[in-house]
C-alpha cells in the first residue's frame, strides 16, 4: 500500500469502534502541531480557511478549497476529512466532477452538504440532495480511492432545526450511499442519540463547538467521530483580537506574556 492508501485504511478503521476527535486546523501549520499533540485525524474548516483570506464562509472558489485541500493533506502524515462544502456545484454532475477533484488532493474522507445559500429555500429538495450524495457516492466509487463519503444535512446551521426532517434527510443520504451522517449544530443529547439509532449501524460525527458534551459523554450516545468546525480557529482569533484590542485601547501589552514557543511547536519533539 502507499501512504495515501494506509491513510484511507486508518481512517475507515477510527470509524470501525469507539469515539475519536478529528479537530480542524486552518492552515498547514496549526495541522502540524494538532498531529504532534497526538490526534489520529484531521478536517479541514472552510470557515477557518476561508478567514485566512479575509473572507466569510462559503465564499472560496472550488479552486480555492482543492488547493487548501492540498495544503492540509501534505503537512501531515494523518486522515484528513474535507470540508467540501456543497461540493461546489448544484447539479448532480458537477458535483460528481467536483468530487472527482477533491479526491485527487490526498484527502481520506469528504462531506457534502444540503444548505443552498438561499435563505429563502436553505435546504435541496431532498430528491435533489439524496441524487446530489449519490453522484458524490459515484465520484468516490469510480476513483477507486476508497474516500469516506460524509453526508450532512445543515437544517440546525440554516434555520430550519427539525430534528425529524433531519433524520429523515441523514436516513436517505445514508441510503443513497453516505459512509458517515452528520447535523451540524445538534447540541442536545436526546436528539443526539435519536440520530446515532436513526443511522446505526453507521458512524455519526458530532459538532461540538461549545462545552455542551465531552468525549465520555458523546461516546456514552454512540458518537463514533467529533470535530470542532471553526471553533478552533475562533479561539485563535479570539486570543490574537483580545491582545490587539488592549494595545488599540490601553497602550499596554499584558496578553504577551505566556505565550507559546511557536517555532518550537512547529520543530516538534
Excluded at 471553533?231 to 485601547?249: F, K, P, Q, V
Aim: proline residues 4%; hydrophobic residues 45%; aromatic residues 6%.
Amino acid at each position: 500500500m502507499n501512504a495515501f492508501t494506509d491513510r484511507v485504511v486508518a481512517f475507515r478503521r477510527l470509524h470501525s469502534s469507539g469515539c475519536f476527535v478529528m479537530p480542524n486546523p486552518w492552515d498547514a501549520g496549526s495541522a502540524r502541531v494538532l498531529e504532534q499533540l497526538g490526534f489520529k485525524a484531521l478536517a479541514t474548516t472552510s470557515a477557518g480557511s476561508a478567514w485566512t483570506m479575509g473572507r466569510v464562509d462559503n465564499q472560496l472558489s472550488r479552486d480555492e478549497a482543492l488547493a487548501h485541500l492540498r495544503s492540509i493533506a501534505a503537512a501531515v502524515t494523518l486522515p484528513v476529512n474535507a470540508d467540501f462544502e456543497g461540493g461546489f456545484a448544484v447539479d448532480p454532475q458537477g458535483v460528481h466532477a467536483n468530487v472527482s477533484l477533491a479526491v485527487g488532493t490526498g484527502v481520506a474522507g469528504l462531506s457534502i452538504e444540503d444548505s443552498t445559500g438561499d435563505q429563502a429555500n436553505p435546504l435541496y429538495e431532498l430528491d435533489l440532495a439524496v441524487e446530489r450524495i449519490r453522484a458524490a457516492r459515484r465520484a468516490i466509487d469510480d476513483s477507486g480511492t476508497g474516500v469516506i463519503l460524509t453526508g450532512r444535512s445543515e437544517g440546525f446551521v440554516v434555520g430550519r432545526p427539525d430534528i425529524d426532517e433531519t433524520i429523515r434527510r441523514l436516513r436517505a443520504y445514508s441510503e443513497a450511499g453516505a459512509d458517515c451522517l452528520y447535523a451540524p449544530r445538534i447540541d442536545q443529547a436526546d436528539q443526539v442519540a435519536a440520530i446515532v439509532a436513526a443511522v446505526a449501524p453507521k458512524p455519526v460525527n458530532l459538532l461540538i463547538n461549545s462545552p455542551f458534551m465531552t468525549v465520555a459523554q458523546a461516546q456514552a450516545l454512540g458518537v463514533r467521530r467529533i470535530s470542532v468546525g471553526g471553533t478552533l480557529a475562533r479561539a485563535a482569533w479570539g486570543g490574537w483580537h483580545s491582545a490587539a484590542t488592549e494595545i488599540a485601547n490601553d497602550g499596554t501589552f499584558t496578553a504577551f506574556s505566556d505565550l507559546p514557543n511557536v517555532e518550537a511547536l512547529l520543530r516538534g519533539p
